[in-house]
Each structure stands twice: as structure tokens, then as C-alpha cells.
């Protein structure tokens, strides 16, 4: 896509710290990393976010994630790691291209998921996991 960053990253139009590359999938480190490592993983194939790939596409990005995950966490000798990836942009999401983050977590790392949690009405979980459900069916 003409206007997306990640696909002239994937172009080699923008210079970038990559970690892995095959015919479909490219990985590189973050410009701006929360810890040091932090990759992003992604598909060379222009999609707005994770949940409009198809099957083949997420098996090969979930496969890809796990090795350069291991690989990670092995150069950075991180405790744990987060793998996220945001969609839209009230969740975060910045580059409209599918990609996931992998980022080394340690202890005291001032990375913080600290969120306050929300309580459920009586049966109202009950009622939208039967909703969620019965779309998945
Ligand atoms: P999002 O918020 O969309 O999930 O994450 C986008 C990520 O891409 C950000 O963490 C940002 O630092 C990274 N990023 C944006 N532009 C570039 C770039 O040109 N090169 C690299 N290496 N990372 C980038
Ligand atoms: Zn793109």
C-alpha cells in the first residue's frame, strides 16, 4: 500500500534493524523500543490489523512470532516478554499495517499493564459469552 510505513519498510524504501525475513513474513526492532529488543513481527502482505488476515496468513505469523520470540528472549536475556498487537486506534494502534509487538520484559522495568478492572452486573457475563458464542459457531 502506497502510504503505509511498513510497507516501504518492507520495500526496503526505509532503513530498518531487521531480525528476520522470509517470503512472507519480515521482522525488525522498534524505532522507539519500551525495552531494549522490542521487535515488531509482520506480514509483507498489507493488511489494516491482525483480525482481517486469513487462516494461512495468522499460522505462519503465530510460527514466526515463536521463533523470533525464542530468539528474543534469548539475545536480551529477558525474564518473560509481552506479545500484543493493537487494533485501532483506541487500543493503541498507530501503523495501519497487521504487525505484533515482542517485547523482553524484566523485573522493575517501569512497563506497567496496571488497568483498573471493571465488575459485571448480575448475568450480564453470562449473557455476552452466550452472545460471543453463538457467532462462533
Ligand atoms: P502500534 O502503536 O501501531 O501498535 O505500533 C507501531 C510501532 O511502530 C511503534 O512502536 C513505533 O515505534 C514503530 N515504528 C513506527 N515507525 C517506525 C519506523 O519507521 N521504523 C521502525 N523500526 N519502527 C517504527
Ligand atoms: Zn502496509
Do not use: W
Not at 520484559?105 to 452466550?130: P, V
Amino acid at each position: 500500500m502506497e502510504d503505509c510505513i511498513f510497507c516501504k519498510i518492507i520495500k526496503k524504501e526505509i532503513p530498518v534493524d531487521m531480525v528476520y525475513e522470509d517470503k512472507d513474513i519480515m521482522a525488525f526492532l522498534d524505532i522507539n523500543p519500551s525495552n531494549k529488543g522490542h521487535t515488531l513481527v509482520m506480514p509483507k502482505k498489507h493488511s489494516k490489523n491482525l483480525l482481517e488476515n486469513n487462516e494461512e496468513d495468522l499460522k505462519r505469523l503465530v510460527l514466526a512470532i515463536k521463533k523470533i520470540g525464542n530468539a528474543v528472549m534469548k539475545v536480551t536475556n529477558a525474564e518473560g516478554m509481552n506479545i500484543l498487537s493493537n487494533i485501532n486506534p483506541i487500543a493503541g494502534q498507530v501503523v495501519f499495517h497487521t504487525h505484533v509487538h515482542i517485547t523482553p520484559r524484566y523485573k522493575d522495568d517501569g512497563i506497567s499493564f496496571k488497568i483498573q478492572r471493571k465488575a459485571y452486573n448480575e448475568g450480564e457475563s453470562k449473557e455476552l459469552a452466550s452472545k460471543i458464542k453463538s457467532l462462533l459457531k
